[in-house]
């Protein structure tokens, strides 16, 4: 991904870079971990990846991209430049028959709400076989016996019972491998896990995360793991990507990253998140919320909440300064920090 930007749309204002030139890469086999607040564009980054894009709700809306879903008012997002390399092809430059192609067979994306992600009439067996009649055209015959195969590889109880049921028969633990057997079956290369266990609890949170591991390295898939939780993103991820107001403002080696954090937003959410494998210390939280896209602060958009701002921070946008192979920081003070 190359200086990617996506720009949301209203009447009033006008409209807002949700999405700030975010470039990264995700090796053949590597997990590259997106982790920030809410509202910092991460799901949107893993949508404009399959161009998914749709309509997010807001305030008010330009009558001419208006469009309305349950009586709310919504608008458009829509990715303004750069570019979304696979393989070596621009998914941007490609039409919308040839995206979906691409989409579900090389790429494919689990949910963050499995079981609202599904269609709540259709049993969860036609569901999961439903990519492989899409982009294989095999007979329902044969996809029966892949979808038993692959809801017995994510290890859901009684497969070949449960393939017959409606998705509200499942749990969320249970939805989340069924997501994942649909996300693998037409074998892709990319995976993009967006919060794919923060809707259950500790337990299963657990098994989810060995099983993406496991199959990762039964399928030599890349992924692009997407979570609010910078503890499991740090443990799953080979590099990360710590996203702030739209932007990455720190990305390196996982491991290097998580040791010496050069951002001051790294540092501080370092300084709110538990360390059990180390000495005891008291949790630091972190004054303030995000800026939403049409209130940010000119400057450094983190300068309202930062310990270290200087009066050069409400005015100048910081540039990414290369502090050690392959880690990179948005900061004007990075080399005094």
């Known amino acids: 991904m190359k200086n990617l930007c996506v720009n949301v749309y209203e009447s009033i204002r006008g409209s807002a870079r949700i999405v700030d030139d975010v470039s990264f890469a995700i090796g053949r086999g590597q997990v590259f971990g997106l982790t920030g607040e809410s509202a910092s564009g991460k799901t949107t980054i893993g949508l404009s990846i399959l161009r998914l894009l749709g309509n997010v709700q807001t305030e008010s809306c330009d009558p001419q991209r208006q469009v309305s879903w349950n009586g709310a008012t919504m608008s458009q997002r829509q990715i303004t430049g750069g570019k979304i390399l696979f393989n070596g092809l621009d998914l941007l430059s490609l039409s919308e028959e040839e995206m979906m192609q691409h989409r579900g067979r090389d790429i494919s994306m689990i949910f963050q709400n499995s079981i609202a992600a599904m269609h709540p009439l259709m049993t969860i067996g036609y569901q999961v076989g439903e990519p492989k009649e899409a982009h294989d055209k095999l007979k329902w015959e044969k996809i029966r016996e892949i979808v038993f195969s692959y809801l017995g590889r994510v290890e859901l109880p009684e497969a070949k019972l449960r393939y017959y049921h409606d998705p509200h028969c499942f749990s969320g633990g249970e939805g989340q491998r069924i997501m994942i057997a649909m996300a693998l079956i037409c074998g892709?290369?990319?995976?993009?896990?967006?919060?794919?266990?923060s809707s259950l609890d500790m337990t299963i949170q657990r098994q989810v995360l060995e099983l993406i591991k496991a199959l990762k390295r039964e399928f030599g898939l890349s992924v692009l793991y997407i979570s609010h939780d910078i503890g499991v993103v740090f443990e799953m991820s080979d590099h990360v990507g710590i996203m702030y107001a739209g932007r990455i403002v720190e990305c390196g080696n996982a491991r290097s990253?998580?040791?010496?954090?050069?951002?001051?937003?790294?540092?501080?959410?370092?300084?709110?998140y538990p360390d059990i494998h180390g000495p005891r210390r008291r949790l630091k939280g972190l004054r303030g919320t995000p800026p939403m896209p049409f209130d940010r602060p000119r400057g450094c958009s983190f300068h309202p909440r930062c310990d270290y701002a200087k009066p050069q921070c409400r005015e100048k946008r910081p540039r990414d300064v290369e502090v050690e192979s392959g880690h990179v920081v948005a900061c004007l003070r990075v080399n005094e920090i």
């Open 188 to 197: 892709p290369s990319l995976l993009i896990a967006d919060e794919p266990t």
């Open 257 to 272: 990253v998580y040791q010496h954090p050069r951002h001051p937003y790294t540092i501080a959410l370092r300084a709110a």
